[in-house]
């Protein structure tokens, strides 16, 4: 069945590492969402992408955080240099726009050292 | 902030009685969401409520809106254990780029056998 994917589930690296994070939307879905939850925080929107354009990325700290959609298959989050607060996970969402429900994917939990 | 807030923070109930999980938000929505994160997975959507619905129904859940009191109630009747998980509701609100939805801290909800 149709489902959002992540890659990795889990990382785990050390703090000024790159850390580059993967979503695959769902085929069609053609909205994509980034957003970190932590225990503090709760669930915040980092950035998102409609027909593979930026829409939003208020949300994200532009001097180590980047979005992409390279293509309509694949998003990526990328954090460089890493930093221990950035230990979180990091969930991809999709949505198809006239929809208003999202599905989400099954995370990355990252850990910065 | 739009980020709207659910209440109780903590819910612990015996199988078989009802949950009750309320949500207070900030704005004037186009619709308000529910959604269910287990532990270590992604959010799943549960039920959505259009501006112009009181209340809506799916399965062993209600859902009821007061939109003048800006506020949200989400019930699951006839409780189960599998129903440990944390609720979230979500706004969409009037104005903002369609899709975009601002997510509570959620409700910790633990049915005990």
């Known amino acids: 069945d149709a489902r959002v994917t992540q890659t990795p589930r889990h990382k785990v690296t050390e703090m000024g590492q790159e850390v580059t994070m993967r979503c695959q939307p769902i085929l069609g879905h053609n909205t994509v969402f980034w957003y970190r939850q932590t225990m503090m925080q709760g669930l915040e929107l980092l950035a998102y992408f409609r027909n593979r354009a930026p829409l939003d990325d208020s949300g994200m700290p532009k001097d180590r955080f980047s979005a992409e959609m390279p293509d309509a298959t694949l998003a990526t989050l990328k954090i460089q240099p890493s930093e221990p607060r950035d230990s979180a996970v990091y969930f991809c969402?999709?949505?198809?726009?006239?929809?208003?429900?999202?599905?989400f994917g099954p995370g990355t939990r990252l850990l910065v050292l | 902030s739009q980020q709207g807030e659910e209440d109780p923070q903590a819910l612990s109930i015996q199988e078989g009685e009802n949950a009750t999980m309320n949500c207070s938000y900030k704005?004037?929505?186009?619709?308000l969401q529910w959604y269910r994160q287990n532990s270590g997975r992604g959010l799943v959507h549960l039920i959505l409520i259009r501006s112009n619905e009181r209340e809506k129904h799916s399965g062993r859940l209600r859902v009821t809106l007061d939109t003048s009191k800006k506020s949200s109630s989400l019930l699951i009747t006839a409780s189960r254990a599998a129903d440990t998980a944390s609720y979230f509701c979500?706004?969409?609100?009037?104005?903002?780029?369609?899709?975009?939805?601002?997510f509570g801290r959620g409700t910790q909800l633990t049915v005990w056998p």
């Open positions: 704005t004037s929505i186009n619709n």
């Open positions: 969402a999709a949505g198809t726009g006239g929809l208003e429900t999202q599905y």
């Open positions: 979500a706004e969409e609100s009037r104005g903002s780029t369609l899709g975009r939805l601002y």
